[in-house]
């Protein structure tokens, strides 16, 4: 069994805003989306690909994402073409996924791994086959999108109980087929940071391996909460400690250790 990779966090950059991906690394993002989808108006997309493109042939340009528009738009193929001559670029997010041959047409074309986001009713239907798609490297979800399109109120319990199933058929999927663990949705309401503590909170304990998030200021709460807690720490470097002995079944502060539990401490301690 593969080793639980630690959590990344992700942050949205838009199209036209290059000037904030070095801020974004500067508070802590693991990675840094650039977003050419729902953050630019029509008008702007031509020029976006300009820009990036300068950013590309910039002596410090650092590696980041690209969330292109979805296999269905008119300008799905223009952003296919433009990804084989954008090097800093290392991967694609993929909006409204519904196909694995969009999946892998993408990857095939630009020879970069795949973020493949669900939003819509058919891309859920098709989540066994998109799962399997060559180049794709995570699953991920859109809750707005979802929610518009499947009636759905966003935020109440109703809502929660559809997403939790969704989240559940996303890491078997993930797990299934060998793929980084799903990254989980965007939470909205970014002056909420209650809100953000639970949801944060909530996709670390379910074994997701990241959140994308929409403002600069979740980025430094979410770092912070996927730290391990001072006595889940020590509790693990004493399991670790007399791991080493070789022994398979042993005590630590009154509770039993066997190979589980120590996976479960490699795994806080990032030992994986």
Same mark, same amino acid.
């Given at each position: 069994?593969?080793?639980?990779?630690?959590?990344?966090?992700?942050?949205?950059?838009?199209?036209?805003?290059?000037?904030?991906?070095?801020?974004?690394?500067?508070?802590?993002?693991?990675?840094?989306? =650039?977003?050419?989808? &729902?953050?630019?108006?029509? *008008?702007?997309?031509?020029? #976006?690909?300009?820009? !990036?493109? /300068?950013?590309? %042939?910039?002596?410090?340009?650092?590696?980041?994402?690209?969330? =292109?528009?979805?296999? &269905?738009?008119?300008?799905? *193929?223009?952003?296919?073409? #433009?990804?084989?001559? !954008?090097? /800093?670029?290392? %991967?694609?997010?993929?909006?409204?996924?519904?196909?694995?041959?969009?999946?892998?047409?993408?990857?095939?074309?630009?020879?970069?791994?795949?973020? #493949?986001?669900?939003?819509?009713?058919?891309?859920?239907?098709?989540?066994?086959?998109?799962?399997?798609?060559?180049?794709?490297?995570?699953?991920?979800?859109?809750?707005?999108?979802?929610?518009?399109?499947?009636?759905?109120?966003?935020?109440?319990?109703?809502?929660?109980?559809?997403?939790?199933?969704?989240?559940?058929?996303?890491?078997?999927?993930?797990?299934?087929?060998?793929?980084?663990?799903?990254?989980?949705?965007?939470?909205?309401?970014?002056?909420?940071?209650?809100?953000?503590?639970?949801?944060?909170?909530?996709?670390?304990?379910?074994?997701?391996?990241?959140?994308?998030?929409?403002?600069?200021?979740?980025?430094?709460?979410?770092?912070?909460?996927?730290?391990?807690?001072?006595?889940?720490?020590?509790?693990?470097?004493?399991?670790?400690?007399?791991?080493?002995?070789?022994?398979?079944?042993?005590?630590?502060?009154?509770?039993?250790?066997?190979?589980?539990?120590?996976?479960?401490?490699?795994?806080?301690?990032?030992?994986?």
């Amino acid at each position: 069994m593969q080793p639980q990779p630690a959590p990344k966090i992700f942050l949205f950059v838009p199209g036209n805003r290059l000037d904030l991906i070095p801020n974004a690394f500067g508070i802590g993002a693991d990675e840094v989306a =650039v977003d050419w989808e &729902d953050a630019l108006a029509e *008008a702007e997309k031509d020029q #976006a690909m300009l820009d !990036l493109a /300068a950013y590309c %042939g910039s002596g410090d340009a650092r590696e980041i994402w690209l969330r =292109v528009n979805s296999a &269905d738009s008119s300008r799905f *193929a223009r952003d296919c073409r #433009a990804l084989t001559e !954008l090097p /800093a670029v290392k %991967g694609v997010i993929l909006p409204k996924a519904e196909r694995p041959a969009d999946i892998t047409e993408l990857h095939l074309g630009c020879g970069k791994s795949v973020i #493949a986001l669900i939003e819509t009713a058919k891309g859920i239907l098709n989540l066994p086959q998109i799962a399997f798609a060559q180049g794709l490297h995570a699953l991920s979800y859109g809750c707005l999108d979802l929610s518009n399109e499947l009636g759905l109120n966003f935020g109440t319990p109703a809502a929660d109980t559809f997403f939790n199933r969704l989240r559940t058929d996303l890491l078997l999927h993930s797990r299934l087929n060998g793929l980084f663990p799903p990254i989980e949705t965007v939470f909205p309401n970014f002056s909420d940071d209650e809100g953000l503590r639970r949801h944060t909170v909530f996709w670390r304990d379910m074994g997701f391996g990241g959140m994308l998030c929409i403002h600069p200021k979740q980025v430094a709460l979410a770092k912070i909460l996927l730290q391990p807690a001072p006595e889940d720490a020590a509790f693990a470097e004493k399991v670790l400690a007399q791991a080493e002995h070789g022994r398979g079944v042993f005590q630590v502060d009154g509770k039993m250790v066997d190979a589980p539990v120590i996976a479960r401490a490699k795994k806080l301690l990032g030992r994986g």
